[in-house]
Every structure is written in structure tokens, then in C-alpha cells.
């Protein structure tokens, strides 16, 4: 989307202060404020191969070091490799003319045109059967990894023989009879000590590594040839295969495909869920898709001239709404200074209506709709407190003023059909002539004055900004709509000052 | 080279909305698609047996600026088997056999193009250089490596397009018997 948004010049302003495009924001319909990636929790939804679109459960994915078993790619240029059929003749029985095709596989990427025939790997008579390069060092990363799983499991155990120490302070069964629990154990045929098994047989401790004081001289041909840049591998090449780290071309060999995660994102004040993936990794919709995009007026820049220091120019800005529903649209005058009112107790008030709502809502299971988020109810019981997000300052200097203008004008719905419809506006809307300059179905383009202080320095990037104030209608229940008027801030980069005439 | 001198040898097929300007000849078998654009500015173009040159694909023999004040005017010659993708720009003076120039990618003059090569799609070569055997040419910043063997030959695609394109396009017919050609040579 970012192609369609962009190039970012204007810019909305989050809670936490932080500027982004529209493209890069979500919106909480549950406290009705606008959310930077920052503001949202980032979880870990499904994990899927990107390549044969196999949803991979994450215990298996953790086994497998992420990547799936079955896709490779090109170890030259990271694109995915394709198995090719080659059909090679084999007579089966040398007395017999009678000739048996038998199909081959070899790997081939589409794109640099490297192929498995390229280093040598046999052909294969299954898509799946290549085989992986064994990695010298795997016997000793499997010894220190042991080690350490042996290291966390000791604390883990130390940890909690302190809490059964502290625990001592009260009299046990086992202290008032006189009977320890290593007794008991062996009075009923069980062995006495109950270590874990992993901490019984310790795994021995892999030898240390040695640095070696007498390293080989470099290969003569090294200073004597010139180098072939096509034989030596890329920076990128070899990190692609960490263990091996190929130095030639001809030590390139496939490499699984790394695994792609779908995840979903949870608004920090009130844990609900702004963005939710289908969980089928073919799908790109979503879920949950409270996307600012979908939410707020998206505004954009038609035409500004040419700025000049001190002198006002004409800007002319374009507005759409989103939404399915009329809104009305007016500005206000940005304070930078003062931060924004502490988010809590408005938030609070919303939410204690919403869990009203809810628990209305869950004993009406039957009236649940589709677009409810099943999260949502089940939520509702449980929910932990919020956590108070303090508005921060925002740091943009603003070099231009805007003049606010102090009417209103109203933006209709979204009417998906009447991009095709060439009848004509029918929306009566009496309009500020001043401030409205055209508009077309749910777009109006608004004129707006913008001054660049005095005294500033040529090719200096001017910034304006002000503070939008729109009527938003939240559908979360279906029976009622509540609107109620969202502000944001929001600043516009509208090129460099020029010349005084 | 004012005047047009297209030949066109039996078994080529040249659609009629191609553009074709200056001193062209173009092999047997070889197929050339609507809209292209093949510009023998500095001198003839020879193209090959069996080439495929597809949509908005364009083929200019220009000189570079140093070299335009010779006498003896070059000759620009194309191979045989070579393929051409969609919206390609070449201008290399010399192109051997069985190279593809994939879509979108730029291969200036002064560049020389051997055998089996592949100009990956949106590969930009602009300065001096002779590409060897089997060279491919890949990704946004030009890598290169060399294949093992040459990129495989589009037959089936070449095919069945002389048999459709005559079906939905005006063809330029062959105005050359293959001895002549020869003899000329
Ligand atoms: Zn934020
Ligand atoms: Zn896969
Ligand atoms: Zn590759
Ligand atoms: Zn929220």
C-alpha cells in the first residue's frame, strides 16, 4: 500500500508522538485512537512456508531452525529453486534392447540459472530426495548445546530447591513423622533419587576451545594469481550457510527455505486486536484489518504554490472518507507545546460502557455478527487492567502557519458504486465556498492558506500542520452506532521555499 | 541510410507493425513480433537464423560518440537462437549465439555479447565489456556467474507462435531466396 500513500509528505501524528503516514498506522475502534507500530504488541500468529504455502506448527518449526524441509533455495541468489525434470535412458537389463525412461530431478533457479548439475549434486529421482550438506561441527555444536540446556536446567533446579528452602519454614508431614521422602521412595520400590534424567546422566562437558598459535601460511597461488571474481562467493553467499561459510562456487550447495510468520497485533492500551491474519497462509486478507486506512479521512496534497518567506500561498488539499458513514470534518489549531490530554480516563470511560455492552453481548450469543472478533467476547471476562499509555511530546518544528478556517464541511460516505457512476453528484451540501473548492463523492478538496515564517534560508523544507477534528461512527455493536469526534495532528512536508520572486 | 532495405529470408516471420528502418536482414526462422522496434541507424543490421525478438523489444545499431567519425561503416551482428523478452533495449554492436536479453534489461553499445549469456530482467550494462561463454547476469546490482551450460532453446514457444501469429497479424512476406543470400555474403 505504501506505493499508493506514498511519497510520505503527509504525516499523522501517533499518541506517542511519533509521525507516520497513514499507510503505517492502525486504528483501536476500542479507544478510538490512532496506534503506531510501536503502540500495537507484535505476536506471532501461524508460521508458514512462503514458497509451498504450508502452515507449520511452531514446535516443529523450532525443531526444523525455521525453515522448511521440503523448499530450497538457490544458494547463489536466494531465490527459490525449481526441481526440473530430466528424463534419462537406463536399460534395465543389458540383454534387453528395450530401453526403461527413468525421470531424474535436478534443481534449477529460474533466475541466475545456477543449478544443482552446477556443483555436482547427483540427479535425483524424487522432487524431494536432495540431500543436505552434513555439517563438519555438528557433533560439537550438538555437545555445547547440551552443555547449556544442562547449564539452564541446574539453575532452574537451584531456583527452586531455594523456594523449597524457604518453604521449610513450616512444619511438612514428612518432619512430624520422621519419614523423608528418600525413605518413603524406597520403601515403595522407587529409586531414591528423583533427578531429572537429563541432570542424572550429565552430559560431559564439551572440551574447551583452543586457540592455536601457529596458523598456515596462505596458499601461494593467492598472491600469484589474478583473482576470478566468478569463482569467489559474496559476502551474502556465505552468510547464507553460516556452518560452511563457502569460499568457492563450487562449494554452493541448496539451502532450506527460510519459514515466514503471519502476525497478528494487539493495541497496547486495552489488548484488543487491531490487525488479525486469516490463518490460512494463502490468504492475504484479514481478519481483523482496523488499518487506519479504513478509519480516517486520508488526506493528501493536490497543489501548493510556490513558497515564499513570509507571503502566503494557496495549498490545496484533498480529503476522502473512508468510512460508510458521513462525517464532518474540521480543523483546529496545533499545539505542540501542551501534550495531548492523558489517554486514561477517557479510555476508561469508553471501556467500562463497552463491558456493559459485552456482557450484554455474550448473552446474546445468536446476535453475535460476523465481523465481531470472536477474541473480543471471550476477552471480555478476563481482561487485566490497562495500562496507561502517557502521551509523549511530538518533535516536528513547523516553519509555515496555517490559517484555521473556522467553518466545517462534511464528507459522504463511501459509495463503492459511484466510481462508476457518471450521473453527477446528487448530495446537496451547502458548502463554505471559501474553503470547499470541488468535490466528488465521498472527496472534497479544501483550500487552505499556509505562510512560511519570515527569515528563513532558501531551499528550507517547509512544514505545516494542524490539528483535525472528524466525526467517527463506531460500528463495534451493531445495535447502536456511536460517534463520537476523533482528533489527530497531523502535519504536511510541502516542499522547499523558493526565491522571493 | 535514408532508404528502407529490409530482407527477409524464407521461413522468417515479421509482423507488419513492426518498425523496421535502415539496412535490416533478418535469418530463417526467426520471429518478430508487432512492435518492434529495430533502428539500423549507424550502419546494417544482420540478424540471425532462429532468433526470437518479442513486444516493444528494441534493437538500435548507434555508435558510440567516439567512434562515429570512422570511415568504414560496422556492421551489427546478431546470431542465431538468441532471444529477445519483452521490452528489452539493445544496442550492443556484437551478439553471438543462443543469448537471452530478458525483459526490461538495457545492453548498451559498447558492449560485446559472446555465447549463451543471460542478461537478467532490468540488468542495466552500460559500460565496455565482453561478456564471456555462458555468462548470466542477475539481480539489482549486476551480479554475475558463469552457467554450466547455455540457457535451454525456446522450440516449443517458437512453434507454436509461427503457427498463431500469422492467424491475428499481417505479415511481412520473405523477399529473399536463401542462395542469394549467400551469394551476397
Ligand atoms: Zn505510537
Ligand atoms: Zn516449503
Ligand atoms: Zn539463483
Ligand atoms: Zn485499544
Avoid at chain 1, 386 to 407: A, C, D, G, Y
Wanted: aromatic share 6%; charged share 25%; with cysteine.
Amino acid at each position: 500500500m505504501a506505493h499508493i500513500c506514498g511519497p510520505e509528505v503527509v504525516k499523522y501524528a501517533c499518541h506517542c508522538g511519533l509521525l507516520r503516514s497513514i499507510s503505517q498506522l492502525y486504528f483501536c475502534r476500542h479507544c478510538s485512537k490512532v496506534r503506531c507500530s510501536f503502540c500495537v504488541c507484535h505476536e506471532v500468529d501461524s508460521i508458514f512456508c512462503g514458497k509451498c504455502s504450508e502452515n507449520i506448527p511452531s514446535a516443529e518449526a523450532r525443531v526444523k531452525k525455521n525453515r522448511c524441509s521440503n523448499c530450497l533455495v538457490c544458494p547463489s541468489c536466494q531465490q527459490e529453486l525449481w526441481p526440473r525434470v530430466a528424463a534419462t535412458k537406463t536399460s534395465a537389463n543389458p540383454d534387453e534392447p528395450k530401453q526403461v525412461v527413468k525421470k531424474m530431478h535436478y534443481l534449477l533457479c529460474q533466475f541466475c540459472r545456477w543449478s544443482s548439475r552446477d556443483v555436482g549434486i547427483p540427479d535425483q529421482s524424487s522432487v524431494t530426495g536432495f540431500p543436505d550438506r552434513e555439517n563438519v561441527y555438528a557433533n560439537r555444536l550438538q555437545e555445547v548445546l547440551d552443555a547449556y540446556k544442562a547449564v539452564v536446567l541446574a539453575q532452574k533446579q537451584a531456583k527452586e530447591n531455594e523456594k523449597k528452602k524457604q518453604r521449610k519454614k513450616y512444619l511438612s508431614y514428612t518432619d512430624i513423622t520422621g519419614v523423608t521422602a528418600a525413605a518413603l521412595r524406597k520403601r515403595i520400590g522407587l529409586p531414591a533419587d528423583r533427578t531429572h534424567p537429563l541432570l542424572k546422566n550429565k552430559p560431559k562437558k564439551p572440551d574447551n576451545a583452543v586457540a592455536v598459535e601457529e596458523v598456515d601460511d596462505l596458499p601461494e597461488e593467492l598472491f600469484t594469481e589474478p583473482v576470478n571474481l566468478l569463482e569467489v562467493t559474496s559476502v551474502d553467499q556465505r552468510l547464507l550457510y553460516p556452518e560452511a561459510q563457502p569460499v568457492k562456487m563450487d562449494k554452493l550447495f541448496p539451502v532450506h527455505k527460510q519459514l515466514s510468520i503471519k502476525r497478528s497485533l494487539r493495541c497496547r492500551a486495552c489488548e484488543h486486536n487491531v490487525s488479525k491474519p486469516e490463518y490460512n497462509p494463502n490468504s492475504v486478507k484479514f481478519k481483523i484489518p482496523l488499518f487506519a486506512y479504513y478509519h480516517i479521512p486520508d488526506i493528501r496534497i493536490v497543489t501548493v504554490e510556490p513558497l515564499r518567506a513570509g507571503q502566503t500561498s494557496e495549498l490545496i488539499i484533498k480529503f476522502t472518507n473512508p468510512t460508510q458513514h458521513q462525517t464532518v470534518v474540521s480543523f483546529l489549531e496545533i499545539a505542540l507545546d501542551e501534550p495531548e490530554e492523558p489517554e486514561i480516563k477517557e479510555v476508561e470511560e469508553t471501556m467500562d460502557s463497552l463491558n456493559i455492552q459485552e456482557k450484554q453481548h455474550a448473552s446474546l450469543p445468536s446476535m453475535t455478527s460476523t465481523s465481531q472478533p470472536s477474541s473480543l467476547l471471550s476477552l471480555g471476562s478476563h481482561r487485566q487492567p490497562m495500562i496507561t499509555i502517557k502521551p509523549r511530546q511530538i518533535f516536528q518544528t513547523l516553519n509555515s502557519t496555517v490559517e484555521i478556517p473556522t467553518s466545517t464541511f462534511i464528507l459522504p460516505p463511501r459509495d463503492d458504486a459511484a466510481e462508476f457512476d457518471d450521473s453527477g453528484d446528487t448530495h446537496n451540501i451547502q458548502d463554505d465556498p471559501k474553503l470547499v473548492k470541488w468535490r466528488k463523492s465521498n472527496k472534497a478538496f479544501i483550500r487552505l492558506s499556509v505562510t512560511p515564517q519570515e527569515g528563513l534560508e532558501l531551499k528550507t523544507e517547509i512544514v505545516c500542520g494542524f490539528a483535525m477534528k472528524h466525526l467517527y461512527t463506531n460500528t463495534i455493536f451493531t445495535q447502536q452506532p456511536q460517534k463520537y469526534e476523533h482528533k489527530v495532528k497531523v502535519f504536511l512536508t510541502l516542499g522547499n521555499l523558493v526565491g522571493s520572486e | 541510410m535514408s532508404r528502407n532495405n529490409i530482407k527477409i529470408l524464407p521461413g522468417a516471420l515479421v509482423c507488419d507493425e513492426s518498425k523496421l528502418r535502415g539496412d535490416i536482414t533478418i535469418g530463417a526462422g526467426t520471429i518478430i513480433h508487432p512492435c518492434v522496434n529495430i533502428n539500423a541507424e549507424a550502419g546494417p543490421i544482420i540478424i540471425g537464423d532462429s532468433c526470437l525478438i518479442e513486444e516493444q523489444v528494441s534493437i538500435t545499431h548507434r555508435l558510440p560518440f567516439d567512434q562515429q567519425e570512422k570511415e568504414n561503416t560496422p556492421v551489427m551482428i546478431i546470431g542465431s537462437h538468441n532471444v529477445f523478452e519483452v521490452d528489452c533495449t539493445v544496442e550492443a554492436a556484437k551478439i553471438g549465439n543462443s543469448n537471452v536479453f530478458e525483459a526490461k534489461c538495457y545492453v548498451g553499445p559498447r558492449v560485446t555479447v559472446s555465447n549463451g549469456c543471460t542478461i537478467g530482467a532490468g540488468c542495466r550494462l552500460t559500460e565496455e565489456q565482453i561478456l564471456k561463454e555462458n555468462i548470466t547476469v542477475f539481480g539489482a546490482d549486476c551480479q554475475m556467474r558463469e552457467a554450466i551450460d547455455v540457457p535451454a532453446k525456446q522450440t516449443l514457444q517458437m512453434d507454436t507462435l509461427m503457427k498463431m501469429l500469422p492467424n491475428y497479424h499481417h505479415i511481412k512476406k520473405p523477399n529473399k531466396k536463401t542462395d542469394a543470400f549467400i551469394k551476397q555474403i
